[in-house]
């Protein structure tokens, strides 16, 4: 039963338009009949944790069994950032469970589960009218998000959205174990405790979860939940790296032992493997391939060919690629992508500014008391790629018209949703199996690989697994986006900006990936969709932390022909790289030290004060003087002070013979209440190392339409001899929790490029770093 007819059933056979189901979801034609079908839709949604034998589910967020374990729902892909363990102790401490018997299932996509926040953040992507849909707790938003169980792991929302809903379940299955418990003993509720999976009373007496859990979920669910008065937090311990946490991380002695399952690990009865080809970055289109080349090859099942890829199924994968090697495929379209177009159209459209700009955010007169900047620079961005550790990987199975998905997704309803579409089935009939990611970097929202591997399982009529090669995950996962920046200020009497500008080239690479996303359009489709399309999203962090009167932040959408999209660190990586760098350049102007420089700017950033303040004092900061090799950054997510993430790092880096070496990154950090510290640390420390690797690597240029290089080792990744050392210094904060595993990402460019500027006196003002030579 497809959205529409579910819809008019919901409304009493109410007439529909003819609009699409997107324009259905984001209220395009919100009127008369098709307003009431709207408010009549379900405010409530099934949930996607089923409880086994012996087990009862609360909320449809937590099963409890007889045994006393409980088992919690994860709604959100684990790639490495410790989601699971993070939501499994949020609903421990509500609960009053024993660490020891919590678990953590993933959950298929359920309307259950919406990611709200971001579905608020992303109005612009899926909503005709995003003014309507601008917070979590608007109307227009929470009717999307159910109705398409919009549950996308992405951008650092997974605590904004789902700490609230899981400490409701669990505080609803509190107060349920202990109204059963209070009546056996007979004593009032409130005379009895809950701790290390037990209901306690003074008297003595003392019952385990399991011995409750038969009668308590005959009971009603109490309405508020009771909270706790305070919410899973650990307090901030500096230097304890390796200390024991009450919390160590579920899925660590299953990743220990090889037993955890991720995309590639699936294996069913008579399965297949595949392998695929894609064309080039504009030849997009399969145009001939030798098929005779593989006649009769041993342990070769099929080929099975689309308009846009050729893909080969054998007993192996390794049989499968060589398949492919001897078919030779070649590819058809307008014309291969070519480095020099790619940076002409960029600069294209950045000499065109004032025509194609749109301003995005103003503040004062700016345009006026800029009209003579007093400095004015120009910043450069390269297309860079995600290469996560596990490349794209999937497996499916299509029996009797139902369709099994065995696939980590980052946007698992979507990625369900266009693989029915793709073999002509209802979504209803596809069952999404969710693994972990080995990685992802944002690489896996995109969906294309589900598309892939049901269209072959339909061809070949049996499970298969399709895994994309390195090279071909390097071409096929649209890269990052190039982005140029114009930084232009006015300073006063001391040297201070009075007036700023950030006039940002980029396409706009987030309406096109809610295009791929959303639309399932075609990266072409995608693209042209966007084109010309001021994106605010693409530029996010562009308004400076600081205390500046008069800002304006205008986006340039530029057209290229290259397919773009989100990665981790998201605009901020790029936006923070040209406001901390032209930052540093004032304060070489002003001739000062550009700590204090900072510092007199944040008068009404107190967090971020402090967070820059200890990071100086930690990092041992000597002035930034010529030839320390001392470089300072910072970085706010999120324009709401209160809510947002803040981070300050003082890098330590060199030259030498084999280029730039950086031996010290020391970061002080406040992300509000902190729920898992040894967590919290793990992502900053990997954050700054991703953002080390997109500093000195990680972008690729273009030759006949393919990314160059094409493995890893070519990328100038960082080993871990290349690793610095890495000081994390936490701030004790009660404000609300912010996700930290961005922050080290957008912070380390700018700090490691301010650094090398101390050391060797060059300013480097393209990312990556050092990548036209010294």
Not at 717 to 725: I, K, N, T
Request: net charge negative; with cysteine; glycine share 10%.
């Amino acid at each position: 039963m497809d959205f529409r007819k579910k819809l008019t059933e919901a409304a009493g056979r109410v007439k529909l338009p003819d609009v699409s189901r997107r324009q259905l979801l984001v209220g395009a034609a919100a009127g008369g009949g098709l307003l009431l079908a709207w408010t009549l839709w379900p405010r409530s949604y099934p949930t996607s944790l089923v409880p086994g034998d012996g087990e009862a589910e609360f909320g449809g967020w937590l099963t409890i069994g007889r045994d006393s374990v409980v088992t919690v729902a994860i709604p959100q892909l684990e790639m490495g950032q410790g989601i699971t363990t993070l939501l499994a102790q949020i609903a421990a401490v509500e609960l009053g469970a024993d660490w020891r018997q919590v678990g953590a299932e993933p959950v298929s996509p359920s309307g259950h589960f919406p990611n709200l926040p971001l579905a608020a953040q992303w109005a612009p992507l899926w909503a005709n009218f995003p003014s309507l849909a601008g917070e979590p707790d608007d109307w227009l938003v929470e009717r999307f998000a159910g109705a398409t169980a919009f549950g996308a792991t992405v951008g650092g929302t997974s605590l904004a959205a789902y700490e609230a809903p899981l400490r409701a379940a669990a505080a609803s299955a509190r107060d349920m174990l202990v109204r059963v418990a209070a009546d056996r003993w007979d004593v009032a509720a409130e005379e009895c405790e809950v701790s290390g999976g037990f209901v306690r009373h003074s008297t003595g007496g003392q019952l385990r979860f399991g011995e409750l859990v038969d009668d308590a979920r005959e009971l009603d669910p109490p309405d508020p939940a009771p909270l706790l008065p305070v919410a899973a937090f650990e307090d901030p311990v500096f230097g304890e790296a390796d200390a024991p946490t009450a919390f160590p991380r579920i899925d660590l002695p299953s990743k220990v032992d090889g037993s955890h399952l991720f995309a590639g690990d699936i294996r069913l009865p008579g399965m297949v493997f595949a392998s695929i080809r894609h064309g080039p970055v504009g030849l997009p289109e399969l145009f001939r391939f030798d098929e005779g080349a593989v006649a009769g090859m041993r342990g070769l099942v099929g080929v099975v060919k689309s308009k846009r890829w050729l893909a080969a199924v054998a007993e192996s994968w390794w049989i499968a690629d060589q398949a492919l090697a001897r078919m030779r495929a070649h590819f058809t379209g307008p014309g291969a992508l070519e480095q020099a177009v790619l940076d002409t159209e960029i600069e294209r459209a950045h000499e065109q500014r004032a025509d194609l700009g749109e301003r995005i955010f103003e503040l004062g007169n700016p345009d006026a008391a800029l009209g003579k900047p007093s400095l004015q620079r120009r910043y450069d961005v390269a297309p860079a790629v995600h290469v996560p550790l596990e490349t794209a990987s999937a497996t499916a199975r299509l029996v009797d018209g139902r369709l099994e998905l065995w696939m980590a997704s980052q946007a698992p309803a979507a990625a369900r949703e266009a693989a029915a579409k793709a073999i002509g089935i209802s979504p209803e009939d596809v069952v999404l199996y969710p693994v972990a990611a080995g990685g992802s970097f944002d690489a896996r929202i995109e969906k294309q690989h589900a598309i892939e591997v049901a269209q072959i399982a339909a061809e070949i009529g049996r499970p298969v697994q399709l895994t994309w090669s390195r090279v071909q995950d390097i071409q096929a996962v649209p890269p990052r986006a190039p982005a140029a920046a114009d930084m232009a200020a006015s300073l006063g009497g001391e040297g201070q900006p009075l007036a700023w500008r950030a006039r940002i080239t980029t396409p706009p690479f987030m309406r096109e990936m809610g295009h791929r996303l959303f639309d399932n359009l075609t990266p072409e489709a995608a693209r042209e969709e966007s084109r010309g399309k001021a994106d605010a999203l693409a530029v996010a962090g562009a308004i400076p932390p600081y205390g500046i009167g008069e800002v304006a932040v205008d986006h340039v959408p530029a057209s290229i022909r290259l397919p773009v999209t989100r990665m981790r660190g998201g605009a901020e990586a790029l936006t923070a790289f040209f406001t901390e760098t032209f930052i540093d350049e004032l304060a070489v102007e002003a001739r000062r030290d550009p700590f204090l420089y900072r510092m007199a700017l944040l008068g009404g950033a107190p967090r971020m004060a402090e967070c820059l303040r200890r990071a100086s004092r930690l990092g041992e900061w000597d002035g930034g003087r010529s030839g320390s090799g001392q470089g300072i950054a910072m970085v706010r997510m999120g324009q709401d002070a209160a809510t947002a993430g803040h981070i300050a790092c003082v890098a330590q880096a060199g030259m030498g013979p084999g280029g730039a070496r950086v031996t010290q990154l020391t970061a002080a950090v406040d992300i509000g209440r902190i729920v898992n510290l040894d967590i919290a640390r793990q992502q900053i420390e990997g954050g700054l190392v991703y953002g080390l690797s997109l500093a000195l690597g990680s972008s690729v240029k273009y030759e006949s339409g393919h990314p160059v290089p094409r493995n890893l080792r070519a990328l100038e990744l960082p080993r871990l001899a290349d690793c610095p050392e890495i000081v994390v210094d936490f701030i004790a904060s009660d404000a609300e929790p912010f996700d930290p595993g961005e922050l080290g990402v957008a912070v380390a460019a700018p700090a490691i490029g301010n650094a090398l500027f101390a050391a060797a006196g060059l300013r480097l003002r393209r990312l990556p770093l050092l990548s036209e030579g010294l």
